[in-house]
Nanobody, 126 residues
Framework: QVQLVESGGGLVQAGNSLRLSCAAS????????LGWFRQAPGKEREFVAA????????YFADSVKGRFTISGDNAKNTVYLQMNSLKPEDTAVYYC???????????????????WGQGTQVTVSS
């Protein structure tokens, strides 16, 4: 099993930035990397971004391209989601998740991920 712990959420004004962290208890050569999803009240959990542990592969939702970046620190088994130019519509609980290599679905799909963190709240005020 993999334990994932998110941190860095909070309340910010629109236009400002936040950096989320996700620390994994372990990783193996069988793991692709980590992804971030978010869920706003009354909405489905949606994909935000993902990165491979090698750092060579990244994916972003169209809604965050150009504003969010994702990176990893293999020495710390940690992935960071840098969120810039935040908007009120970015308000949600943000979850990180771990996916194995060669998942049968896209890494933008929840079904590619087998372990999830507890989430961290991000609130963007207008």
């Amino acid at each position: 099993q993999v334990q994932l712990v998110e941190s860095g959420g909070g309340l910010v004004q629109a236009g400002n930035s936040l950096r989320l962290s996700c620390a994994a208890s372990r990783r193996t050569f069988k793991d692709f990397g980590l992804g971030w999803f978010r869920q706003a009240p009354g909405k489905e959990r949606e994909f935000v971004a993902a990165v491979s542990w090698s750092g060579e592969t990244t994916y972003f939702a169209d809604s965050v391209k150009g504003r969010f970046t994702i990176s990893g620190d293999n020495a710390k088994n940690t992935v960071y989601l840098q969120m810039n130019s935040l908007k009120p519509e970015d308000t949600a609980v943000y979850y990180c998740a771990s996916a194995p290599k060669y998942a049968r679905t896209s890494y933008a799909s929840k079904t590619a991920y087998d372990y999830w963190g507890q989430g961290t709240q991000v609130t963007v005020s207008s």
